[in-house]
């Protein structure tokens, strides 16, 4: 699911980095069927199936920090039964200031 360009900057935001959102949210994955989307701005050099993230479920819900495993966003699928996308296009943005723009 990631390249290995960005497995190595999401692993090197781990810890304090990640824990003061002081870092990029590199990936964006996204349901292009709907408003749900997933920032991903950290990854456990330990395990790397868990991330940190910022989900946005839906445009009259706020965002939230989440902890969850790339395994799981893998097997996200929407009401037709296809898989969540990578965004090519989106382009990193300092974590903190993402999640102050996603709850405007």
């Not at 709907?34 to 920032?39: G, L, M, T």
């Amino acid at each position: 699911m990631l390249n290995n360009n960005q497995i190595e900057r999401l692993t090197s935001n781990w810890g304090d980095k990640s824990d003061s959102m002081d870092c990029f949210a590199e990936v964006r994955v996204y349901d292009p069927l709907s408003s749900w989307e997933c920032y991903i701005y950290a990854l456990n050099p330990e395990d790397n199936d868990e991330i940190e993230c910022i989900v946005k479920v839906s445009r009259n819900q706020k965002a939230t920090v989440e902890r969850w495993y790339l395994s799981a966003i893998k097997c996200l699928f929407n009401q037709h039964g296809e898989r969540v996308e990578i965004d090519y296009e989106y382009r990193p943005r300092k974590a903190d200031e993402l999640l102050r723009i996603l709850n405007k």
